[in-house]
């Protein structure tokens, strides 16, 4: 340091000295973005189920299907799925056992038509009930419904 004092004035040995930190800065900044994109190529993004079809590959042939939306029937949303130990609503399964009560009910405002609604009551305290719409037909609704119960045992 004396050597470049006695050689150099003092305004170029500052500025030499700051652009070594610039240098040393640019050179971290991109040692960190390079490490950072290859951990995220890496690692492959969660899948997201949002179709019927999905979820039977994943998971297998469901023993029965209800249909809550007939246009919408390949949507994960728009049926349940029934196995043997589990019911699949919304694309979230729910122990077939926890159950506890299906029913419906008109949940109509006074700006839109009649549209009914299941309601499934669980044990699960992660999950204590699940709401899906079955569509504008009471009687639909209540076939629906009186379908889960018996396959449910509720």
Do not use: W
């Amino acid at each position: 340091m004396v050597l470049l004092q006695s050689l150099l004035p003092p305004s170029t040995l500052g500025i030499l000295v700051l652009v070594m930190f610039v240098f040393l800065g640019v050179f971290v900044f991109f040692v960190k973005r390079n490490s950072a994109k290859d951990a995220t190529t890496k690692t492959e993004p969660a899948k997201v189920i949002t179709t019927v079809e999905d979820y039977v590959a994943m998971h297998g042939e469901p023993d029965t299907v209800f249909v809550l939306d007939a246009t919408r029937s390949n949507d994960i949303d728009a049926v349940i799925l029934a196995y043997e130990h589990e019911i699949v609503v919304e694309g979230q399964p729910v122990e077939r056992e926890k159950v506890t009560n299906v029913t419906f009910y008109n949940a109509q405002n006074p700006y839109m038509d009649k549209e009914f609604r299941m309601a499934i009551s669980a044990t699960d305290p992660e999950r204590p009930s699940v709401e899906v719409p079955v569509g504008n037909d009471a009687q639909y609704a209540e076939e629906i419904v009186t379908q889960l119960a018996e396959f449910l045992h509720c």
